[in-house]
């Protein structure tokens, strides 16, 4: 294998994402400590938001531009992609102090292919 990114064995599928100004994009986070995550008084569903200014989602109302969730992420009940904002559901709730990966495909920003 070619040393450096990504060492995870993923450039291949990487090389394909990236065909006709696609991408593949981890985003990487982790919660904070606040009770709110545990608390079971609160019964909404956890959402995540992403917004982009420049990169835009590739529109749609299923979670097939969703390409890998790691860290414990938990299952994903919905997900909604317009043109700059993604909105993604979850079956359960994140933890507090954990650290998430998502990667999730999108389409790069004019002149960036």
């Known amino acids: 294998t070619k040393p450096g990114y990504p060492a995870d064995g993923t450039e291949p599928l990487r090389q394909k994402q990236m065909a006709c100004?696609?991408?593949?994009t981890r985003f990487i986070f982790k919660t904070s400590d606040l009770p709110d995550y545990t608390d079971t008084s609160i019964s909404a569903a956890m959402q995540l938001r992403f917004e982009f200014t420049k990169a835009s989602f590739i529109k749609g109302g299923t979670c097939e531009n969703v390409l890998e969730a790691t860290g414990n992420f938990p299952a994903i009940s919905a997900c909604q992609f317009?043109?700059?904002e993604a909105k993604i559901t979850l079956l359960t709730?994140?933890?507090?102090?954990s650290r998430y990966s998502l990667t999730i495909k999108l389409l790069l920003p004019e002149g960036r292919v």
């Open 21 to 24: 100004g696609r991408a593949q």
């Open 82 to 84: 317009s043109s700059k």
């Open 93 to 97: 709730r994140l933890q507090p102090n």
